[in-house]
């Protein structure tokens, strides 16, 4: 986690007036949407699941994060990765959780006792894989972007994002770069304002 050097807070009564902020904020920095945009991604566990899934080198830093679904016990997500021109897409999560798979679609990388990986050639294969796995429930998907966050960016601002929040808050949509990131977050319990957190490096 990088120690940011600006940082920016803003709160919406209207979902449409803080949405609109952040695509203002986001310009074309790859983003992260709730997949069920109605009760967000819950983000408590988010930095411990990050955190083991680099100490083990499950998603690596080079990785771009094309969907997450992140907890205090387990993480599945769908990366991209490059192999030279090679481009692919692998769906890491929880053996027990992991549907069964037309082998048409996808390759297996490796079964483990406590995690599957599932490499596909196209995104929408992937996609749908981890949807199978995970329902959508508390899941972040890349939407509305030319390409995924990079997981290294994410890594980096994340934790000095969540450490603003003044409640518990899930997470609506947000986007990361090298040099900064933002995220909005839906309502707290008891409340209905949207809170949009924004922190960077000074340019």
């Not at 990088?2 to 803080?18: E, H, I, K, M």
């Not at 955190?51 to 690596?60: F, K, Q, R, S, Y």
């Not at 199978?132 to 998907?141: D, P, Y």
């Not at 909005?184 to 957190?197: K, M, Q, T, V």
Request: glycine share 8%; proline share 6%; aromatic share 8%.
């Amino acid at each position: 986690m990088t120690t940011p050097q600006t940082l920016s807070v803003r709160t919406f009564v209207d979902r449409a007036d803080g949405l609109s902020h952040f695509m203002r904020c986001a310009g074309e920095a790859p983003r992260l949407l709730a997949f069920d945009d109605a009760i967000g991604c819950p983000v408590e566990n988010a930095l411990p699941a990050l955190e083991w899934t680099a100490a083990v080198g499950i998603i690596l830093d080079d990785d771009l994060l094309h969907a997450s679904r992140l907890t205090s016990e387990t993480a599945a997500a769908v990366v991209e990765r490059r192999n030279g021109e090679r481009r692919s897409y692998v769906y890491i999560g929880p053996r027990m959780d992991a549907p069964p798979m037309d082998h048409a679609e996808g390759a297996l990388l490796f079964d483990e006792p406590g995690v599957k990986a599932v490499e596909f050639r196209q995104r929408a294969h992937a996609i749908a894989h981890f949807l199978r796995a995970t329902a959508g429930s508390g899941a972040l998907v890349s939407l509305l972007s030319q390409r995924a966050p990079e997981v290294r960016h994410v890594r980096r601002w994340l934790g000095a994002i969540i450490q603003e929040l003044d409640l518990p808050r899930p997470l609506f949509v947000g986007w990361f770069a090298a040099s900064a990131a933002g995220c909005l977050f839906c309502p707290a319990d008891g409340e209905d304002s949207y809170r949009y957190i924004e922190v960077g490096l000074e340019s």
